[in-house]
């Protein structure tokens, strides 16, 4: 096929017309385990692990689909591997040890996840993405070809799409949405089904609109609520006129109508409630990008309040990610082992007071709290009120403290704070050593230092403001 231009060239990748077979996705399976067995991923930090997911073992799949779709079992292979090598570094067992449900995991960051790709919904996209550019390029050589796409892609696509009406070539006229945005599928579906299929793919706007073609094309037996519906159809489409410009298709999802990975990831949890700090993404040239497109199959997530604001902060990758767990209340604290029936010493071991939960070590022990205070007045800042409260809520109240310019550093040192508190509780209980609350301070410090010259500019300024 010489001049052929296909979306993504891919060298090595062989293209078939067929589906992929069997051998073909388990030799991609096998080029994810393939690492694996060569890592010492035991050795590894959660977060350098996350890494490898997201750079490596994640890439070689994605890779593939950009030509050829991978099936569910495929995929759901592949998804195991990632996720037995996050949470325990080697392909084994992970019962009991995965600490956030992998659904979880592979929401985009924004929406309270890891930003660890879900393959089911990058197949997706990648089929709509096939299906984009042959409804908008019409000059490459595949474009007349059937494209062998899921139900749920070419559902997924034409919800997601609108046309502005010009010459009306490229335009279905019962299927595609082209009347305000609305498709005919969605103002008169019972009146749909007495159109036959095979002319419902096929029959243009520029076909149908010529001496009212579209009413010819209707079947016989047309009940009552069918003939309410095309008395609408007909008022709706009457008056409109066809121009000489191409028609053009709009990506619902992005500002500027151009398609994108990240809002079609986004698209699908429209119904869940904003985030805090979270900023949609969107295209604004009317293009197709596979981002936008990923993105909006994740609209409909239920989003967890403080987890954007982690991966916003200025902080190394380990240390977010424990605050990333410690917000979802998934690290291993007494409350959490008791739900799980293992043993547990109830008691907060930097107090020996109260029972231990997460929000307990890093905001309302009176270790902690002393911590709080004695940070904030030796900046300048004045605690009025003692810490309580969950992880978030004294976040907000933390951040409430500062002036708004100093907001990142005070983010970055909330959570230095919050890390040295869960270091000193570890070190109390895997090594029964305890430190004094002015060492710890004196670590803060020191770390703060090296935050600080690793990058931390909004840290920086915030010690600044004493000096």
């Known amino acids: 096929m010489s001049g052929c231009a296909i979306p993504h060239p891919l060298p090595g990748i062989a293209l078939k017309h067929s589906k992929a077979s069997q051998n073909r996705s ?5 080029r994810c385990r393939l690492p694996v067995a060569r890592l010492q991923g035991a050795l590894m930090a ?24 991978l099936p569910p079992w495929a995929r759901a292979e592949i998804d195991a591997v990632c996720r037995r090598f996050l949470w325990c570094g080697k392909d084994g067992d992970v019962r009991g040890r995965c600490m956030v449900a992998w659904k979880t995991c592979t929401r985009p960051k924004e929406l309270g996840g ?30 007349e070809l059937p494209l062998k796409q899921s139900v749920e892609a070419r559902d997924f696509f034409r919800a997601s799409t609108r046309t502005i009406v010009g010459n009306g070539r490229g335009t279905l006229f019962w299927l595609d949405s082209w009347i305000d945005g609305v498709s005919i599928r969605t103002l008169a579906p019972t009146l749909l089904k007495f159109v036959p299929k095979r002319i419902a793919n096929r029959l243009t ?31 709706a489409v009457n008056g409109i006129t066809l121009n000489a410009n191409q028609d053009r298709m709009i990506w619902r999802w992005t500002s500027d109508g151009g398609f994108t990975v990240q809002s079609a990831y986004r698209a699908l949890h429209l ?12 295209t604004s040239d009317g293009g197709f990008t596979v981002q ?7 609209l409909d ?69 002393q911590l709080w205070v004695e940070v904030a007045a030796a900046l300048g800042c004045h605690i009025q009120e003692q810490p309580a409260g969950a992880i978030v809520d004294w976040w907000e109240t933390w951040r409430g403290l500062w002036p708004s310019k100093y907001a990142g550093g005070a983010d970055s040192l909330f959570v230095l704070i919050a890390w040295e508190l869960w270091k000193e509780r570890n070190a109390r209980c895997f090594r029964g050593a305890s430190t004094h609350l002015s060492a710890v301070k004196d670590t803060i410090k020191q770390q703060a230092e090296l935050w600080i010259f690793a990058g931390a500019k909004s840290l920086g300024r915030l010690v600044q403001r004493i000096g």
């Open 271 to 282: 119904d869940s409630h904003p985030i805090p700090g979270c900023v949609r993404v969107w």
């Open 46 to 69: 959660k977060s350098g692990r996350l890494i490898w997911v997201k750079s490596v073992l994640a890439a070689i799949p994605i890779y593939c689909m950009m030509a050829d779709g």
């Open 301 to 369: 997530s239920h989003p967890i309040p403080g987890c954007v604001r982690v991966w916003e902060v200025w902080a190394p990758l380990r240390v977010k990610l424990f605050l990333w767990l410690a917000i979802r209340r998934r690290q291993w604290t007494a409350d959490r082992r008791r739900r799980h029936g293992l043993d547990v010493h109830s008691a907060c071991y930097l107090c020996d007071q109260q029972d231990e939960t997460i929000d307990h070590i890093i905001v309302e022990c009176p270790f902690a709290r």
């Open 26 to 30: 388990a030799t991609h399976d096998r």
């Open 114 to 143: 890891l930003g660890i790709p879900d393959f089911k919904l990058v197949n997706m996209a990648f089929e709509a993405k096939w299906l984009w550019l042959q409804s908008t390029d019409t000059s490459r050589a595949w474009s």
């Open 292 to 298: 936008s497109a990923y993105r909006a199959l994740h």
């Open 205 to 235: 706007v520029a076909e149908a609109l010529p001496d009212r073609h579209w009413v010819r094309t209707i079947g016989g037996g047309v009940t009552a609520p069918a003939t309410v519906e095309y008395l609408c159809l007909w008022h």
